[in-house]
């Protein structure tokens, strides 16, 4: 199975999007929360699939001025100027994604590289902790050329433990994300995973795009329960890869145009508890992403 070291994560993620633009304060009342209710879900944006330019102070006003409440940013920036940035355009910040992860991968046969990749997990430990995230995402580790499926659970796992005095300090959850990694690719394997690590500072950042090809997100919602801590919006459509005979190609829809039955999504994540964030990882127009996501939130309203 192809692994993300052999190809840019974010290529398959510059796709076209629904129109329209909404500011947050205008969006329709029914994607509000009533008086005296829980808020609505916030409608986030990752980091890395920003296609606005300029500095981050820029990047951030021009997400706020889309409509967003939130974004999850990428570990290892400078945090002084992510921090300015954050405070004078008044975005939330609700995870950090690790900058690392993938070439130093926890799972890796040699243990430089695993003490390398423990020490850029901490980092964006640190990092969620300046910005006041509560959860950071983490890929766990890669199957390929020595590195066994069973071989990344051992390693990934032992890895991780290291870390959880550091989360529980901080007050900090780690995020373990299903992705294309040749790695936990059924539910019932990812509740196994947490279940082995066993610490309540280690959860699942749940990715409803990647699992299309392996499962039904609702079903994957329903094992984790609230051991989801973050989701990932982004959109797959079987029909498309098949038509083209490549698997990537699924990914080029946008949302609400793929396999993702988002009514059925968001029914499951309120059965769970579920009260943070919906984080887009879709490229495209900021204003056209973010009345999709309000498209989206209505569903479930």
């Not at 999850?72 to 355009?89: W, Y």
């Not at 396999?259 to 499951?268: D, F, Q």
């Amino acid at each position: 199975m192809q692994t993300e070291s052999s190809f840019n994560r974010r290529d398959f993620l510059k796709t076209a999007t629904l129109g329209a633009t909404a500011l947050a304060a205008l969006a329709p009342a029914s994607l509000r929360a009533a008086d005296g209710a829980k808020p609505a879900l916030k409608k986030a944006i990752m980091w890395g699939t920003i296609e606005a330019k300029g500095s981050v102070l820029e990047k951030m006003k021009a997400v706020k001025a889309a409509g967003f409440d939130a974004v999850e940013m990428m570990s290892h920036m400078n945090q002084t100027e992510v921090l300015k940035a954050r405070d004078e355009v008044g975005l939330d910040i609700v995870s950090v994604c690790g900058e690392k992860h993938w070439d130093k991968p926890l799972s890796s046969p040699d243990a430089a590289v695993r003490a390398a990749g423990l020490e850029a997990l901490k980092q964006t430990l640190r990092d969620a902790k300046a910005y006041g995230a509560t959860s950071i995402l983490l890929v766990p580790g890669t199957v390929g050329p020595g590195s066994s499926y069973d071989d990344c659970w051992s390693r990934s796992i032992a890895e991780i433990r290291k870390a959880i005095p550091l989360a529980e300090e901080l007050g900090v959850k780690m995020s373990c994300e299903n992705v294309w990694n040749g790695f936990i690719e059924k539910q019932d394997q990812a509740a196994a995973y947490l279940e082995a690590i066993n610490s309540p500072w280690v959860g699942w950042h749940f990715d409803c795009g990647n699992i299309i090809r392996f499962g039904d997100p609702i079903v994957w919602i329903k094992t984790l329960g609230r051991r989801i801590n973050r989701v990932h919006v982004k959109e797959y459509s079987l029909d498309r890869s098949m038509r083209a005979g490549d698997v990537w190609k699924g990914f080029n829809v946008a949302l609400l145009e793929g396999a993702n039955n988002w009514a059925g999504i968001l029914k499951a994540l309120k059965e769970t508890g579920y009260t943070s964030a919906l984080i887009t990882e879709q490229g495209g127009s900021l204003s056209q992403l973010n009345a999709a996501l309000d498209k989206i939130l209505a569903l479930g309203a």
